[in-house]
Structure formats: C-alpha cells, structure tokens
Nanobody, 124 residues
Framework: QVQLVESGGGLVQPGGSLRLSCAAS????????MGWFRRAPGKQRELVAS???????NYADSVKGRFAVSRDSGKNTVYLQMNSLTPEDAAVYYC??????????????????WGQGTQVTVSS
C-alpha cells in the first residue's frame, strides 16, 4: 500500500520560508518521478515543481528561483524548500508520485499517488 505523508505547512509572514516534506512508504522516490502541486481557494490545482527519478528538477515560472526540490533517498522523503513566500503562494500543497514525463513536464494522470496535503498560509 502506497502512502505519501506531507508535513511542514503552517503560517508564515510574507518574505518568509517554509520547508515541506513528503515521506513515502510503498513507493520509492529514487525509482519514480514526483511532483509538488498546490491548490489555492477558487483556483485550479497547479504543478509547482517536480523531480525525476534521476533527480532532475523542474519548476513553474511562478516559483522558479524561490522554490527548490530535494530528496533524501535514505529516508525516502522529498522536500520542497519555499523561500520569499508571498500571499499568492498560499494554498494546500500536495505531493504526488508515480507519474510520467512528457519531455521535462511531469504528468500525474493515470494511477498516481497523492498525499493528504498540507496548508501553507502566507500572511502578516
């Protein structure tokens, strides 16, 4: 049984940082591609970052230079470091694993796995 568990969300002031974690069981990040998604109220879910099984990363333009994905294979955990946060980054963040790649674009459709999400609030 595959389980993805996100943690690390919370309330942060604009300009602040948070690090989200996604711990996996039943699936190995070093053998699967994964993506970090977010959904803000009233908006569609969007892919913000992804990491291939080989460790290559890709970012949405809106977070490029501010967010970074990393992986601890020993802990089978992927992280999303988020810096210079703005109110526009406030959302529920989800990790997803087991998707495919089209070029360098992560595709979550078709039999992938989701975590339960973690809330990120950016407010002064």
């Amino acid at each position: 049984q595959v389980q993805l568990v996100e943690s690390g969300g919370g309330l942060v002031q604009p300009g602040g940082s948070l690090r989200l974690s996604c711990a996996a069981s039943g699936i190995t990040f070093s053998r699967n591609h994964m993506g970090w998604f977010r959904r803000a109220p009233g908006k569609q879910r969007e892919l913000v970052a992804s990491m291939t099984s080989g460790g290559s990363t890709n970012y949405a333009d809106s977070v490029k230079g501010r967010f970074a994905v990393s992986r601890d294979s020993g802990k089978n955990t992927v992280y999303l470091q988020m810096n210079s946060l703005t109110p526009e980054d406030a959302a529920v963040y989800y990790c997803n694993a087991g998707g495919t790649l089209y070029g360098d674009k992560y595709d979550h459709r078709g039999g992938t796995y989701w975590g339960q999400g973690t809330q990120v609030t950016v407010s002064s």
